[in-house]
């Protein structure tokens, strides 16, 4: 049985850097409650464990390889324009501590 | 004047010298501005009119000079404003075009607008944009929806203001909106067009896809947009492109459809179902071979989700970088680079997209990962074996887009698992199977409704567009309902 | 009680390919910040990685090094976690199917004995961006965000300081002779963490494990180790517990010092990177990667051995990869005389790149011209002060030696005929000398080449002056 009450997916929301108000919360743990029993009725299905988890669409492989030359890149200016606070020709944060 | 028209009507008057493309986008722009269906994320008037304004020799044998095209608004555009209609982008200016947008510059298409979605592509209603609801053009009282998540793209299409547009479908994000507004929807194979600048939502289920008002049209499309991209996306196949217009021949003798049972019990419209039989017997008509065949409800009701799991998990980590410090809000007064990141996704996000991200995120911790996220991955394995198995005896699979015409926009119709029958909940979430399987799959208008357009898929074999595009056709020749649009008087 | 330590260390490896390890992106230290970076690597949103032909082999040729199992398909995964320096919010790594897996490197110990230090995996992976701490913020430098990585983890099969620094130097050998790395552990280009936790002696299970991180020296390492293994020893004497907690090394107290406690592991939630495809790589490409990797330096040290190198000497060379290079393209041209160039190298070559602070590759003494000076010396055309003479001249401009000796007059004669003259003059100058040589006074003869040596300058050549002196003496 899988553990999802309002610790554990508050928690789960503020790894992911975010908060949220506890309405919605709220519509989450609903959503939770029913996701996860979706998830354990399928395990009547026939084969579920004995097949392999599926990555890719289909079975795909290459063999490319990218050669390792180096090429022109961004000019400064295009790497710094959509960050809001620049210093030095680099990007300024807060004091990053440990 | 210029507006309802097709990639190949447009072709032949601006070779004729009959218009011009600063003509054809000074139209649609007019057009643009005066939409009803809030549609539009950004207008690229200055861009458009400079560009037309620079294609004066038409190209005889490019069918793509100088015809406008708009754009959903997750696909870069250099130096052009790209939101995903999500906060956390409302001012991000890309660097760079998406490998299809630069395709589509090189062949002289007018990009003349962004459009609308839901908010990083993560919805199916066209009403979680960080600018609100997209209302469908057919429907003036803005009741039903035109569904999502490339709402926008699917609206200006409609109506008529381009002859083509750009969307992602990443569960049906394309082919669902094709369906309420009357279009052509496209999503070829996996990997058969890069993604190279398309904003991911779930890579291993992303396609870029695209809507026409007709399937000629749309085999145009995919033989431009086609092919390889080994600097910038691996997972895009190596195979030649083929000539998919000029394969058209529209005859299916002989060919094998399949449609499926189980799916077809969730039809609630009765018109629908009529459609459908009225289909199979075109097709038979044709000479085609269309038979019943049947896959396991629990099967088929495991799609939505598994593929909430898949999906919510893998965007959950590709919206990582969306934290505020290379792009993005900074909000408020941060005293620590925590709170950069969460100030600005606790306020960039929508609700909607935050709670897909929790569930996501939770189906991927090692506690849950194998009760979840991974048995999702297994679901989807025995999904896939199962229409493969299908399909190695058929051709395609017919099936309807959805079990009504129209659906009402709700306010909270995306909270997940909104109470529904389980004959429901398989045919509106079975156009997932070909992002499951990376399957060609077109969905094309059969029929029209109280003012209401819908449409019916096919899902193919991988890489076998060809068939794809020539079954599509031959239907379409027989409904005669080629170049729908709110343009032009819809006929029921 | 006694202890015995239990030690893993994880090594990452920056490599110095041409190119990032999933964008094309030049990889290079030291530039101005910012002007390095492709959209992938600042995590702009549509971006792919593409992998590294070049940094794939690199993790070949070092798994093969390392005896280990080589993976034929190449499979990543997503480390997921945020962090300031990480632009996309994850890293692509190889968490299920590492390249390399089991393998193992001998080290040998001060005492003598060999140890094999046993290595659980080695996966490639990419660097995160660059950060500037100032005093009341951080600057963000994304140069080094995406340079590839190769990360070794050895299973905890290191029982001593010292067996940590040789395995640490191991691996820094053989990353630098496979031209992977530069290996430097003071620049960043090699990092290690050290795991280390004490146990009873006889018990198989694991104490508390301490991390230790900011070693910048192989040395350190050691000195790291010693120290963490005696505060350990230390506290459960004394009944308390060690703390599960991470410590840095302290160079100037020599100590490991606190820098936070464990908090709950986090959960990187795995999953494979959907946007590379799983990669085939052919029986032939892992062969070929194998086969024209560059000479490892125990290789290099069985060869050196074979041409006449004391172990100790071989190792010496080995210090430096330039410098055995530069050994190497000398030992094409004459292995026999492996000795003459160790000399040259280990002296006056390596007192000249010492004193103007340059590596080998820019010496201007071509190995060619190195070899026509040691035979000039061995033919006695040049003394051998003569030929430190024009060793320097040579280190000016890349002149053959004779040619330098010839400019400078500095060549010795050895020409008998020529020498016979001068010492049959001298004699007649200074018959006191054949008197004395006749009365047995051996250091006429001395007195008599000293003359001549004197006469020319020191230009004829010693030994055959004295034997002539000799002879003529005999005659008289």
Known sequence: ?98 | ?492 | MNFEAVIGIEIHVEMKTKSKMFSSSPVAFAKEANTLVSPLDIAFPGTMPIVNKQAVINAIRVSNALHMEIDNELHFDRKNYFYSDLPKGFQITQDQRPIGKNGYVDVKLSNGTVKRIEIERLHMEEDTCKQLHMADYTLLDYNRAGTPLIEIVSRPSIRSGEEAMKYVEAIKSIVVFTDVSDGKMEEGSLRCDVNVSIRPYGSDKFGTKVEVKNLNSTANVQRAIDFEVKRQTKLLLSGVKVEQETRRFDEMKRETVLMRKKTDAIDYKYFEEPNIVPIKLSDDFIQNAISTCPELASQKLERYIKVGLTEEEANQMLQNRLMASYFDECLKINPKRAKAYWNWLNGDILAYLNKNEIEITSLKVTPDNLDSLIDMIEKSTLSFNQARNVFEKMTIDNKSASLIADESGLKQNSNEDEIRKIVLQTIEEFPQSVVDYKAGKDRAVGFLVGQIMKKTKGKVNPQITSKLVVEILKTK
Request: proline share 4%.
């Open chain 2, 1 to 492: 004047m210029y507006l309802g028209k097709t990639i190949e009507e447009l072709h032949e008057l601006l070779v004729s010298k009959k218009v011009t493309p600063l003509e054809l986008t000074k139209e649609a722009i007019e057009a643009l501005k005066k939409d009803q269906t809030n549609a539009l994320e950004t207008l690229c008037e200055k861009e458009a009119i400079e560009f037309a304004s620079s294609l004066i020799e038409p190209e005889v044998d490019n069918p793509f000079w100088g015809i406008p095209y708009a754009c959903k608004d997750n696909f870069s555009t250099k130096g052009i404003l790209t939101t995903a209609s999500s906060n956390i982008l409302k001012d991000y200016v890309p660097v760079f075009d998406a490998t299809v947008v630069e395709k589509l510059k090189a062949a002289k298409a007018v990009l003349i607008c962004k459009t609308t979605l839901d908010e990083l592509a993560m919805g199916g209603t066209g009403t979680s944009g960080h600018k609100g609801i997209t209302y469908n053009p057919y429907d003036p009282s803005k009741t039903y929806k035109i569904g999502g998540s490339s709402c926008g793209s699917a609206s200006v299409c409609a109506q008529g203001i381009v002859p083509f547009s750009l969307g992602s479908d990443t569960g049906d994000s394309v082919r669902k909106p094709a369906s309420y507004a009357g279009l052509v929807g496209v999503k070829p194979t996996w990997g058969r067009i890069s993604r190279f600048g398309l904003f991911p939502f779930a890579p291993s289920l992303d396609h870029v896809g695209y809507f026409t008002r007709s399937v000629k049209d749309s085999a145009l499309v995919l033989s431009l947009l086609a092919g390889e991209d080994l600097t910038h996306d691996a997972t895009c196949s190596t195979k030649p492109v083929e000539d998919y217009y000029s394969l058209i021949n529209g005859d299916i003798k002989g060919k094998k459809i399949a449609y499926i049972k189980e799916i077809n019990e969730g039809i609630k419209d009765q018109c629908i179902k009529d459609k459908f039989n009225e289909c199979i017997d075109i097709l038979r008509e044709k000479g085609a071979e269309v038979n019943e065949v049947s896959i396991d409800k629990k099967i088929l009701s495991a799609i939505y989700p598994s593929y909430m799991v898949i999906s919510c998990a893998e965007a959950t980590s590709n919206n990582a970088n969306l934290d505020g410090i290379k792009f993005g809000p900074r909000v408020g007064e941060v005293s620590t680079y925590q709170e950069v990141m969460i100030n600005a996704r606790t306020k960039g996000f929508g609700e909607l997209i935050k709670r897909r991200f929790v569930i996501g995120s939770y189906s991927l911790l090692s506690a849950n990962k194998e009760e979840l996220f991974i048995k999702a991955q297994r679901i989807r394995h025995l999904i896939v074996d199962k229409v493969n198995e299908v399909l190695k005896n058929y051709d395609a699979i017919l099936a309807p887009c959805s079990g009504k015409v129209k659906s009402p926009i709700v306010n909270n119709s995306d909270n997940i698992f909104s109470d529904i029958d389980v004959d429901s909940m398989i045919i509106e979430n079975h156009l997932g199977i070909g992002n499951f399987a990376g399957l060609p799959s077109i969905s094309i208008p059969v029929g029209i409704d109280q003012g209401m357009p819908f449409d019916f898929n096919l899902t193919c074999k991988a890489f076998d567009e060809v068939n794809m595009f020539n079954l599509a056709y031959s239907l379409e020749k027989e409904l005669n309902l080629v170049n729908l649009s709110t343009v032009k008087k819809v006929n029921e």
């Open chain 1, 1 to 98: 049985m899988l553990k999802y009450d309002l610790e554990t997916i508050k928690k789960c929301a503020n790894n992911l850097m975010f908060d949220m108000t506890d309405e919605q919360y709220e519509v989450l743990l609903g959503e939770f409650k029913t996701i996860i029993k979706e998830m354990e009725l399928l395990d009547e299905i026939e084969g579920v464990n004995d097949i392999s988890p599926m990555t890719f669409p289909f079975d795909v492989t290459t063999s490319y390889l990218r050669e390792d030359e180096a090429l022109t890149c961004l000019d400064k200016e295009e790497v710094l324009k959509n960050a809001k606070e620049v210093l030095d020709g680099q990007i300024k944060l807060p004091k990053v501590v440990g």
